[in-house]
């Protein structure tokens, strides 16, 4: 179990760029499945990013691939999504969660994580 706190949500133009982070207590799980989510109103919650921790492999939702990085500073004890060329339909609720390794395996599926943060809004205007 872990406690995650996200950060770095706004509202940007067409094109603009954010950064979220995901500070992660005690620490980020050594071999584990973290996850970035997202929620924008009436839609389901959707899979946008995840990194397996013990080998930092990721994996990308197609419509952010190219555009959206996930990594991680455990220094830091931080999971961050670099959200670059961001567009109107990136507009959402963003959720940082952490499963167990076999979770990466189905990283899109929400019901797989345990641990949730509270969410921070990004708004891209047009």
């Known amino acids: 179990q872990v406690h995650l706190v996200e950060s770095g949500g706004g509202s940007v133009q067409t094109g603009g760029s954010l950064r979220l982070s995901c500070a992660v207590s005690p620490t980020i799980p050594s071999n584990g499945c973290m996850g970035w989510f997202r929620q924008a109103p009436g839609k389901e919650r959707e899979g946008v990013a995840a990194i397996y921790t013990a080998s930092d492999y990721t994996y990308y939702a197609d419509s952010v691939k190219g555009r959206f990085t996930i990594s991680r500073d455990n220094a830091e004890n931080t999971v961050y999504l670099q959200m670059d060329s961001l567009k109107p339909e990136d507009t959402a609720m963003y959720y940082c969660?952490?499963?167990?390794?076999?979770?990466?395996?189905?990283?899109?599926?929400?019901?797989?994580?345990?641990?949730w943060g509270q969410g921070t809004q990004v708004t891209v205007s047009s």
């Open positions: 969660a952490a499963a167990s390794w076999r979770t990466c395996g189905s990283w899109t599926r929400p019901q797989s994580y345990f641990d």
